[in-house]
């Protein structure tokens, strides 16, 4: 392993440095939040863990967000 990362230029142990970086976040995060929370909505009311609502909910404003920007593109 030591070898192969004296053959890294800058730029790629840059980058592995972040993704290991970013991989410790998302764990620590799932460890952090992993009690179940009450999700109601309309006429259900969902049980999940937090780690699963919070990227969900994330994920559907990018949709949301994506799908706003196209429709002001498209009309003008």
Do not use: D, S
């Amino acid at each position: 392993m030591i070898a192969r990362w004296e053959r890294m230029n800058i730029k790629e142990r840059i980058r592995l440095v972040l993704v290991t970086l970013l991989v410790a976040l998302v764990l620590l995060f799932f460890i952090q939040n992993n009690e179940t929370v009450q999700v109601a909505f309309l006429w259900g009311t969902f049980a999940l863990p937090r780690f699963v609502m919070l990227p969900g909910l994330l994920l559907l404003g990018f949709v949301a967000g994506y799908l706003v920007a196209r429709l002001r593109r498209h009309r003008r």
